[in-house]
């Protein structure tokens, strides 16, 4: 359960970083399906599915919070630096 939390919210915030909250959508269809695939490969009941299944929608989404926080943070600093930019010194030669 554990490697499903943690692949999900890897995946999630690579989705926040990346795309817009219309990717989610398909991203949970694809997760629930990989997901119980892999549950029924190894044996598992349709409780232990339902958990992981309902695990990894949960880690995708904050995992996708976190990437949009995380994308929304780094794109402010630009912009308040293209506020204010600092000054270009210019290049002069020195004559010796």
């Known amino acids: 359960m554990e490697t499903v939390a943690l ?3 890897c995946i999630g915030s690579a989705l926040g970083l990346r ?10 269809a ?8 892999l549950a029924l490969s ?3 009941n349709i409780g232990t599915i339902s958990v992981l299944n309902v695990i990894g929608v949960v880690c995708l989404q904050f995992g996708y919070l976190g990437g949009t926080l995380l994308w ?5 600093g630009r ?7 600092q000054p270009a010194r210019t ?3 020195r004559s010796s």
Do not use: D, Y
């Open 30 to 37: 694809i997760g629930v399906a990989v997901i119980t695939a």
């Open 72 to 76: 929304s943070w780094t794109s402010a």
């Open 19 to 28: 795309f817009q909250v219309f990717i989610m959508i398909p991203a949970t």
């Open 91 to 93: 290049f002069t030669r």
């Open 79 to 85: 912009l308040r630096e293209a506020k204010n930019p």
């Open 7 to 9: 692949v999900t919210l």
């Open 42 to 44: 190894q044996g598992s």
